[in-house]
């Protein structure tokens, strides 16, 4: 590996630099690729300009002078066969003003925008010439912008990465086997392409190029995460044997019959327990689809082989549901399920984590304050996670480390109501098995979900009053107002304060992220009880919160949410038999991409779809949580655009497994910066 430094140019102040842009090697120039190109091969005639499009055009001075308006500019009118244009400089000397005379030619390169009168150019690069003399050569190539960063110049990198692809090019070393590039080109050559084209390279060379790269990048993942799986096979786990008569005793208490797609997962999941190595399974399965039961089976199978269980979910007010929930179906069994949470009292907080490490515990629900390390437990077997893909590849392995005891580690379940479309399953969670519960237990009545304008607020409410006269329960969601949480609990907070005003005869409750935990339970519970009949509620309530008599759900500002998001909140209602509305309220006038996003919600209740959807629109951002991706940045590769890339990963990546160890292990080098790979590979 050359260091940087051995560049011409390159000084310890500049290297310095460089290191933000994630650039220490030569090599890594190589693969710091243009993100877009400018053209200057081409001159263009006036009338040939388009606005906010750069572009070289050419004429000559027919005017120019100070204009004094709000802010002073120098204005200064061309003209070619076609049209004119008008430059107009903010800031300029006397020298400029006195160059740009009538009657001499000027060569300028800028974005076009329609101005005051006609089209003008601010601030364009510009040369002068006289009339008599020869116009300068046209460049030869596109000119690539590079990913900059403060104090480092397109000049400098372009010259930096004229020396790398000399220098370095040649040693770039093509890791695919050709049978596997279906036609893509060799990556020097994608290389040279992307970042010196020339006038003659097409859009769809460059596309193909970027495919190229692209391609490698989503393998690296995948095959970095494939070989944590892997590696998992290698590791031990306790196993926990398959036969289980307190499961079975279980299921004829509940009642109703596990659908056909919950005992397939059940099955899957007892299956990797009896394995000698980690079970490590991620369980889809949309709102309401029934995953609790199947969590609680697992556990109970664990407890019953004489092993503890944690189940942890991503808020306390869904640790505290799933405890109940959990000892409620738990009681004809005599068994009792802890509850261990950030926000208890000393304690009973000692007390459970007592019980956990004399191992009189053996299921405990909990936060992330399960984790904590005054936490020890007895002989934890298994970890189950609810609602919670929003977890970083690395952290579910924090979490697994956590519970490792002797040379054992945890079988570890996975539950997430938002269904991972493919191409992000097969980039972020390759390392994971899947199931996907695909059916909704039998008699739910599907909602109905209606778009009202906020204008119609008034119907609204006497709407929800009606309906809460026939003795049901309404949620209501306040908008989203992502910057800060403390005001989405100030608006949420002024929302239950009109709606208690508009219908004082009813019993309103509030809930939001800024309430201690005991206090937000209480309105849960009294919410749950049916005391208090219009739950007003910021986005915490986004997962798990079941309550089945709640049948009616607005939400204020939908249009600024994400679609899974919304799907997400809605599925908080159609729990019960009753025939469940959502109401998604708006401000007029909405932007074409929010009235399809709407029009989505509205048509759909198919959470992969949903997802799907979502992706396209909105990018992975959304799904994963900011902090997955965040941490799992790709560099050229676009989830969105480059999805058409996955079947050929899949297909390419088992062979690489099996027939070429080394060049597996150089793609995730050249690809995952040390620090990012989940465990040191190979
Ligand atoms: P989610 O998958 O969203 O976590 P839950 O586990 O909370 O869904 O289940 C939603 C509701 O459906 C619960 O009230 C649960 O008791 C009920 N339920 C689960 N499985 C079945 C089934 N097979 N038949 C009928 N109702 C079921
Ligand atoms: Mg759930």
Same mark, same amino acid.
């Given at each position: 590996?050359?260091?940087?430094?051995?560049?011409?140019?390159?000084?310890?102040?500049?290297?310095?630099?460089?290191?933000?842009?994630?650039?220490?090697?030569?090599?890594?120039?190589?693969?710091?690729?243009?993100?877009?190109?400018?053209?200057?091969?081409?001159?263009?005639?006036?009338?040939?300009?388009?606005?906010?499009?750069?572009?070289?055009?050419?004429?000559?001075?027919?005017?120019?002078?100070?204009?004094?308006?709000?802010?002073?500019?120098?204005?200064?009118?061309?003209?070619?066969?076609?049209?004119?244009?008008?430059?107009?400089?903010f800031h300029f000397n006397k020298s400029q003003q006195a160059a740009l005379q009538n009657g001499r030619t000027i060569r300028c390169f800028g974005e076009t925008r329609r101005g005051p009168s006609g089209l003008e150019m601010v601030h364009p690069e510009y040369q002068l010439?006289?009339?008599?003399?020869?116009? =300068?050569?046209?460049? *030869?190539? %596109? +000119?690539?912008?590079?990913?900059?960063?403060? #104090?480092?110049? &397109? !000049?400098? @990198?372009?010259?930096?990465?004229?020396?790398?692809?000399?220098?370095?090019?040649?040693?770039?070393?093509?890791?695919?086997?050709?049978?596997?590039?279906?036609?893509?080109?060799?990556?020097?050559?994608?290389?040279?392409?992307?970042?010196?084209?020339?006038?003659?390279?097409?859009?769809?060379?460059?596309?193909?190029?970027?495919?190229?790269?692209?391609?490698?990048?989503?393998?690296?993942?995948?095959?970095?995460?494939?070989?944590?799986?892997?590696?998992?096979?290698?590791?031990?786990?306790?196993?926990?044997?398959?036969?289980? =008569?307190?499961?079975? *005793?279980? %299921? +004829?208490?509940?009642?109703?019959?596990?659908? #056909?797609?919950? &005992? !397939?997962? @059940?099955?899957?999941?007892?299956?990797?327990?009896?394995?000698?190595?980690?079970?490590?399974?991620?369980?889809?399965?949309?709102?309401?689809?029934?995953?609790?039961?199947?969590?609680?089976?697992?556990?109970?199978?664990?407890?019953?082989?004489?092993?503890?269980?944690?189940?942890?979910?991503?808020?306390?007010?869904?640790?505290?549901?799933?405890?109940?929930?959990?000892?409620?179906?738990?009681?004809?069994?005599?068994?009792?399920?802890?509850?261990?949470?950030?926000?208890?009292?000393?304690?009973?907080?000692?007390?459970?984590?007592?019980?956990?490490?004399?191992?009189?515990?053996?299921?405990?629900?909990?936060?992330?304050?399960?984790? &904590?390390?005054?936490?020890?437990?007895?002989?934890?077997?298994?970890?189950?996670?609810?609602?919670?893909?929003?977890?970083?590849?690395?952290?579910?392995?924090?979490?697994?480390?956590?519970?490792?005891?002797?040379?054992?580690?945890?079988?570890?379940?996975?539950?997430?109501?938002?269904?991972?479309?493919?191409?992000?399953?097969?980039?972020?969670?390759?390392?994971?098995?899947?199931?996907?519960?695909?059916?909704?237990?039998?008699?739910?009545?599907?909602?109905?979900?209606?778009?009202?304008?906020?204008?119609?607020?008034?119907?609204?409410?006497?709407?929800?009053?009606?309906?809460?006269?026939?003795?049901?329960?309404?949620?209501?969601?306040?908008?989203?107002?992502?910057?800060?949480?403390?005001?989405?609990?100030?608006?949420?907070?002024?929302?239950?304060?009109?709606?208690?005003?508009?219908?004082?005869?009813?019993?309103?409750?509030?809930?939001?992220?800024?309430?201690?935990?005991?206090?937000?339970?209480?309105?849960?519970?009294?919410?749950?009880?049916?005391?208090?009949?219009?739950?007003?509620?910021?986005?915490?309530?986004?997962?798990?919160?079941?309550?089945?008599?709640?049948?009616?759900?607005?939400?204020?500002?939908?249009?600024?949410?994400?679609?899974?998001?919304?799907?997400?909140?809605?599925?908080?209602?159609?729990?019960?038999?009753?025939?469940?509305?959502?109401?998604?309220?708006?401000?007029?006038?909405?932007?074409?991409?929010?009235?399809?996003?709407?029009?989505?919600?509205?048509?759909?209740?198919?959470?992969?779809?949903?997802?799907?959807?979502?992706?396209?629109?909105?990018?992975?951002?959304?799904?994963?949580?900011?902090?997955?991706?965040?941490?799992?940045?790709?560099?050229?590769?676009?989830?969105?655009?480059?999805?058409?890339?996955?079947?050929?990963?899949?297909?390419?990546?088992?062979?690489?497994?099996?027939?070429?160890?080394?060049?597996?292990?150089?793609?995730?080098?050249?690809?995952?910066?040390?620090?990012?790979?989940?465990?040191?590979?190979?």
């Open positions: 590996m050359t260091a940087l430094s051995a560049l011409k140019g390159v000084g310890p102040q500049l290297s310095n630099k460089l290191q933000r842009l994630q650039l220490y090697a030569v090599t890594d120039l190589l693969f710091h690729l243009p993100i877009r190109y400018q053209d200057r091969t081409q001159l263009v005639t006036i009338n040939q300009l388009i606005p906010a499009t750069e572009q070289l055009v050419e004429g000559t001075i027919t005017g120019s002078g100070i204009r004094f308006g709000k802010r002073r500019s120098l204005l200064c009118t061309l003209e070619d066969q076609t049209g004119s244009l008008t430059i107009r400089l010439r006289d009339s008599h003399q020869p116009p =300068p050569p046209l460049d *030869q190539r %596109l +000119t690539p912008i590079y990913p900059a960063t403060e #104090g480092v110049r &397109q !000049r400098t @990198l372009f010259s930096l990465t004229t020396q790398a692809l000399q220098v370095a090019l040649a040693t770039v070393e093509e890791l695919l086997p050709a049978s596997s590039r279906q036609g893509l080109p060799s990556l020097p050559e994608a290389l040279q392409t992307l970042h010196r084209p020339t006038a003659a390279t097409s859009k769809e060379q460059l596309h193909r190029c970027h495919e190229r790269i692209a391609l490698e990048e989503l393998l690296a993942h995948h095959l970095s995460l494939s070989l944590i799986r892997l590696q998992h096979r290698t590791e031990q786990a306790i196993p926990l044997p398959a036969d289980q =008569p307190q499961v079975k *005793q279980f %299921l +004829t208490t509940l009642p109703f019959t596990l659908t #056909g797609a919950q &005992q !397939r997962a @059940l099955n899957e999941i007892f299956k990797d327990l009896s394995h000698p190595y980690p079970m490590q399974r991620l369980l889809q399965g949309d709102v309401g689809s029934g995953k609790t039961i199947v969590a609680l089976c697992a556990a109970l199978h664990t407890a019953e082989s004489g092993y503890q269980v944690a189940l942890m979910a991503p808020t306390e007010l869904l640790a505290s549901q799933h405890h109940q929930v959990l000892n409620k179906l738990l009681a004809p069994l005599k068994i009792e399920a802890g509850l261990l949470t950030g926000s208890m009292k000393a304690a009973p907080r000692r007390a459970i984590i007592d019980q956990l490490e004399s191992g009189s515990c053996t299921i405990v629900v909990g936060t992330h304050a399960l984790f &904590q390390k005054q936490v020890h437990f007895n002989k934890l077997a298994l970890v189950i996670i609810d609602e919670q893909h929003r977890f970083g590849v690395d952290q579910r392995y924090a979490l697994q480390q956590k519970g490792e005891s002797g040379n054992t580690i945890p079988h570890q379940l996975i539950m997430t109501a938002t269904p991972i479309p493919r191409t992000l399953a097969m980039t972020f969670y390759a390392d994971l098995d899947s199931t996907i519960i695909d059916e909704l237990p039998p008699g739910r009545t599907p909602i109905k979900t209606v778009t009202i304008p906020e204008s119609r607020r008034n119907e609204i409410l006497q709407r929800v009053h009606a309906n809460c006269q026939l003795g049901k329960q309404v949620y209501w969601v306040c908008p989203l107002i992502e910057e800060s949480e403390a005001l989405q609990c100030q608006a949420a907070t002024e929302s239950a304060e009109q709606i208690q005003q508009q219908l004082s005869d009813l019993k309103i409750g509030l809930v939001h992220g800024k309430m201690g935990a005991a206090d937000k339970e209480s309105v849960m519970e009294q919410f749950h009880r049916g005391e208090i009949q219009i739950l007003v509620a910021t986005t915490v309530i986004e997962v798990g919160v079941d309550v089945p008599n709640a049948s009616l759900m607005i939400i204020e500002s939908a249009e600024r949410l994400g679609l899974s998001q919304l799907h997400q909140l809605r599925g908080r209602v159609g729990r019960g038999a009753e025939a469940s509305s959502c109401v998604l309220m708006y401000r007029a006038p909405l932007s074409p991409v929010a009235t399809e996003r709407l029009k989505t919600i509205r048509e759909s209740t198919d959470g992969f779809e949903i997802a799907r959807k979502d992706l396209e629109m909105r990018g992975p951002g959304e799904l994963l949580g900011r902090r997955q991706t965040g941490a799992l940045q790709l560099k050229i590769a676009d989830l969105t655009q480059d999805q058409h890339l996955i079947p050929l990963v899949e297909q390419v990546a088992p062979d690489l497994l099996n027939h070429a160890p080394e060049q597996v292990k150089k793609l995730i080098q050249r690809w995952i910066p040390e620090g990012e790979r989940y465990r040191s590979v190979g």
